[in-house]
């Protein structure tokens, strides 16, 4: 993204709006990097939770993990996803 260096301005030179240019290009690049790494850190996240709720109900399932009060899953109900995590 391009700005055009100000003409109206009498306190401003070419050289200071250019370093504003840059500056403003600058974080703009490091605003989108940092949104990009994040983005791909939260897929990362959801994929290993996703993971770790399949493991724990194949587990529940194979009765392998007890359940409150010492009751088991009926075999004949498939269990259904883990509620969200707050």
């Known amino acids: 993204m391009a700005v055009a260096p100000s003409t109206s301005s009498t306190n401003s030179s070419p ?9 403003l290009l600058h974080l703009e690049q490091q605003l989108d990097s940092y949104q990009r790494l994040h983005c791909q850190e939260l897929e990362d996240l959801r994929r ?3 993971q770790l709720r399949e493991e724990v109900l194949m ?14 899953p009926a075999a ?9 995590l707050s």
């Open 59 to 72: 587990l529940l399932r194979q009765g392998q993990v007890p359940l409150e009060n010492g009751a088991q």
């Open 15 to 23: 050289v200071r709006s250019l370093d504003l240019t840059l500056r």
């Open 48 to 50: 290993s939770v996703t």
């Open 76 to 84: 004949e109900q498939p269990l259904g996803p883990l509620p969200a």
